[in-house]
């Protein structure tokens, strides 16, 4: 605007201020109508500016809304599908809360009655031995699992972290973030799944010992018996 302004008064100055064979020229009106038409064009040129700036904008929202094209949800239900079916192909006693009441009283008594029999004793306490040894056998199995999850969950924290950080706009950024949550969540759940047949193990190895103490202790009683004990007596065989 200013240097147009600077131009129409060169122009202004250099036209003669009459001459014979020229119309005459009305210089307040010319110069009226050029600033009219500077100013329009200035307005013109503030409404594209305008325009240019809706549009920066309307772009920077599109990629504010753009959607991020990667996943790692498919591979992190994978990964729990194979802990979770470890667990449930678990030998021994059942993870089945009802189920594992009633075999763990019958196969870890208080104490025993006199209508046990001592082949069912014996029976018990090898079943008891298989239980013991099938929640550790759980339990590796559990860590060698969580051991194999260590090289995909760091190719997968790189890629969401890569991805992360060059997210176009907000919403890439929080589905980056999201799952980057996601990964986090599943891996605590391994840990606690870890940690659920770890204590498990420890727990039915504790309840065989105890009840190898109760079986023993039933075993000892009855080679004692309830009636008079046995009292040694000299015996001569032959007559003197």
């Known amino acids: 605007m200013r240097n147009l302004l600077l131009t129409i008064a060169v122009l202004m100055s250099v036209v003669p201020a009459a001459h014979a064979q020229w119309a005459v020229i ?7 109508n050029i600033m009219t038409a500077a100013r329009t064009l200035e307005q013109i040129n503030n409404q594209i500016r305008q325009l240019q700036n809706e ?8 990629k504010n809304l753009e959607g991020l094209d990667f996943s790692t949800l498919k591979e992190l239900r994978s990964t729990l599908y194979v802990t979770n079916r ?6 021994g006693m059942a993870f089945n ?3 594992m009441e009633t075999n763990f009283a019958r196969l870890y008594p208080n104490a025993y009655d006199a209508s046990t029999s001592g082949n069912q004793m014996s029976t018990d306490a090898r079943t008891r031995w298989r239980n013991s040894l099938e929640a550790l ?3 590796t199995q559990v860590q060698s699992q969580a051991v194999q999850n ?10 969401l972290v890569n991805r992360s950080q060059s997210a176009v706009g907000a919403l890439q950024a929080t589905q980056a973030t999201n799952q980057l949550l996601a990964l986090q969540s599943r891996q605590a759940i391994q840990a606690q799944q870890l940690q659920l047949t770890q204590d498990r193990a420890a727990a039915l190895e504790q309840a065989r010992q ?14 004692q018996g309830s009636g008079t004990p046995y009292t040694p007596t000299t015996i001569n065989y032959y007559n003197p």
């Open 26 to 32: 009305d210089r307040t009106n010319l110069m009226q």
């Open 55 to 62: 549009a920066q904008m309307l772009t920077n929202q599109a």
């Open 86 to 91: 470890l667990l449930q192909q678990a030998q």
């Open 97 to 99: 809360l009802s189920q």
């Open 137 to 139: 056998r759980t339990a």
């Open 150 to 159: 260590f090289a995909s969950d760091e190719q997968t924290l790189a890629d």
């Open 210 to 223: 105890v009840a190898v103490q109760e079986r023993a202790r039933e075993v000892h009683r009855r080679f």
